[in-house]
């Protein structure tokens, strides 16, 4: 990796809004030198450059005119002790938009340059106070939508993941560097055995890549939400199940039929479980244009959707549209729900499992309730039913927080994979008898992919990437 240029960056650190406290954050060797220049004391002095780190000193911002800007506090943080491990300054003043921009045209002017998304973070990085793995838990702790997500985030940017993936690479490595010592020195190092030693070692670090990744399918619907798409007949209440599970009247519900033209998409936290729904058209035969590309949407989203809510109207009879819906079911997580139970129903449970049984070939992780969408609070509703079997879905009734380690990256995951079929390499290897270089070489290849989730293999472009993705001040 290529080091960057050691200039001072300064970027706007909260959000762009109006709000009581604003921060302007500043890193680099010149850091301190830069904000002594537009930074008086009470007293109108010039102090910084003689103050003790980690202290914070009350004064005014000035401009090149020595006219005040704003009042301010400033914490002064000198390298090594601090974020991007630099000498680093973060003034404090109003949280108005003008004069935070005023503030930041004030450091730059004085020599600083505008920090790049996720820069400051990236020094951090670079600088080898945080791994990589680390430095991306950041960006999810911003980004988390949920108490787990977040738990999650914070789990790994307190080195979680980190330490665990140090801890295997560096057993690895010991059987790298004594096979290679081995085949060099083969007179004072024997490998007589060594091959049942290493299997027993491969098959246990098998073991441990195969936990981390059987908690990323799970880790990324924590993190990402799961995707969940409502679909069903025009009328039978999509609409009005999601304005019941927000809260709110978000979609327009009416008795007329195909009021729903287009997808209507909102996330909704059901105590601690963020789903990211899609409201979608009515799915049934037309000829109304605008009407049929919003059902082939509709299909469409369910096709890739975590979880189908198939709403059905309780009341009515099953016809050839439910039939064309159902199909849309097969191989995928999905709940019927029954709607309209207030009413005299048509559909029985036992009726729909026998169309279900007839149509698909795998119905194994379909669920059937009824709900009522007329009145939420209501014990008939069957909001609670569904929050449960949500959570029986997906997280076998439970979500845990810090206290295990979850996968949550897609670039995690792909490493991890990539580490797991160069063990089973070795594993081939030993059970054929292949020479021990065979051994070194897959094992050699499983350390870089573990390398690539820590930053310690990667190229300047992946980390670029990451970084792109972080704001301006972070």
Excluded: W
């Excluded at 914070?56 to 704003?70: A, F, L, P």
């Excluded at 199940?241 to 007329?256: K, S, W």
């Excluded at 992946?462 to 001040?473: A, D, L, P, R, Y």
């Amino acid at each position: 990796m290529e080091k960057y240029e050691n200039e001072t960056i300064a970027a706007i650190a909260t959000a762009l809004s109006d709000s009581g406290i604003g921060i302007v954050r500043i890193s680099g060797e010149n850091a301190i030198y830069i904000i002594d220049n537009i930074f008086r004391s009470a007293a109108g002095r010039r102090i910084l450059t003689k103050v003790q780190s980690h202290t914070i000193h009350y004064g005014y911002i000035v401009d090149s005119d020595e006219n005040v800007i704003d009042e301010v506090m400033v914490a002064v943080m000198k390298a090594p002790r601090s974020y991007t491990t630099e000498d680093t300054v973060e003034i404090n003043c109003h949280g108005g938009v003008l004069v935070m921009q005023k503030v930041l045209e004030a450091v730059l002017h004085a020599g600083a340059r505008l920090a790049q998304p996720g820069e400051f973070t990236k020094r951090a990085f670079l600088n080898g106070r945080i791994d990589l793995s680390r430095a991306e838990a950041v960006i999810d702790v911003i980004h988390s939508q949920n108490e787990y997500a977040l738990s999650s985030s914070v789990s790994q940017l307190k080195g979680q993941l980190s330490n665990k993936i140090h801890t295997l690479r560096e057993d690895i490595l010991y059987q790298i560097a004594f096979i290679e010592s081995a085949l060099d020195d083969p007179e004072h190092i024997s490998l007589d055995g060594y091959p049942e030693q290493l299997a027993a070692k491969v098959t246990y670090f098998q073991q441990e890549i195969a936990k981390l990744l059987a908690t990323a399918d799970n880790g990324r619907l924590i993190k990402e939400g799961i995707s969940t798409v409502i679909v069903g007949k025009p009328n039978a209440g999509k609409s009005s199940l999601l304005n019941m599970m927000l809260g709110e009247d978000r979609a327009i519900v009416t008795e007329i039929a195909g009021t729903t033209r287009d997808a209507l998409h909102e996330t909704i936290n059901l105590h601690g479980i963020s789903l990211n729904m899609i409201d979608t058209a009515g799915i049934h035969e037309t000829q109304d244009v605008v009407e049929k590309i919003g059902v082939e949407r509709a299909k469409k989203y369910a096709m890739d959707a975590d979880l189908i809510l198939y709403v059905v109207d309780a009341s009515g009879n099953i016809d050839e549209d439910d039939q064309n819906i159902i199909s849309l079911l097969d191989g995928k997580k999905a709940i019927i729900l029954l709607n309209k139970s207030d009413l005299e129903n048509k559909i029985t449970e036992e009726s729909l499992k026998e169309n279900l049984a007839k149509r698909l070939k795998h119905s194994e992780d379909i669920r059937i309730l009824r709900t009522s969408t007329i009145d939420p609070s209501s014990e008939n509703s069957g909001m609670e039913e569904l929050e449960e079997t949500i959570r029986n879905m997906f997280f076998e009734g439970e979500l845990k927080h810090n206290n295990e380690l979850v996968v949550t990256n897609l670039r995690h995951k792909e490493a991890l994979q990539d580490a797991l079929h160069s063990l089973q390499l070795v594993e081939r290897s030993i059970e054929n008898g292949m020479p021990e270089d065979f051994y070194s070489i897959d094992l050699t290849s499983a350390y870089a992919s573990l390398g690539r989730i820590i930053g310690e293999e990667v190229d300047e472009d992946v980390v670029n990437e990451i970084f792109s993705k972080f704001c301006m001040g972070k």
